[in-house]
């Protein structure tokens, strides 16, 4: 067993939408990003996604609706609703995924990330 910190790993994070691997707990992924501008659009066919939102503001826009997220807030994005995460500013998030699965969810593009680095 050994501890992570955040704040240090994710000073050590150096390009936005770059998820890195924290720790595993049961058979979910804790994964944490630097995050600026807009992702894609996308959805998680066969998992939830929990966001907590560790520095500054996320936009979650979702299938008609946008959630504000700031510092402190946690959010579930439901499988199967498509969601874009934007942040005007750079923002800092904490992910709880189950093991496997993909970032950009069924969209695979450049931004797809499937080997991930660990803090």
């Known amino acids: 067993m050994s501890k992570v910190n955040l704040n240090d790993g994710l000073k050590g994070i150096t390009n936005y939408w770059d998820p890195h691997l924290v720790s595993s707990v049961n058979d ?3 994964k944490v990003a630097k995050i600026k501008g807009e992702f894609d659009w996308h959805h998680h066919s066969n998992t939830d996604e ?3 939102i560790l520095k500054g503001t996320v936009h979650m826009e979702m299938e008609g609706e946008t959630k504000i997220l700031n510092e402190g807030d946690v959010f579930v994005v439901k499988k199967g609703v498509e969601h874009r995460p934007v942040a005007p500013e750079e923002a800092h998030i904490l992910m709880v995924e ?5 970032n950009t969810g069924n ?3 450049e931004r797809t990330k ?3 680095n660990s803090l």
């Open 28 to 30: 979910h992924d804790i």
């Open 50 to 52: 929990l966001f907590l």
């Open 98 to 102: 189950r093991n496997g699965t993909i």
């Open 107 to 109: 969209v695979v593009n």
């Open 114 to 116: 499937t080997d991930l």
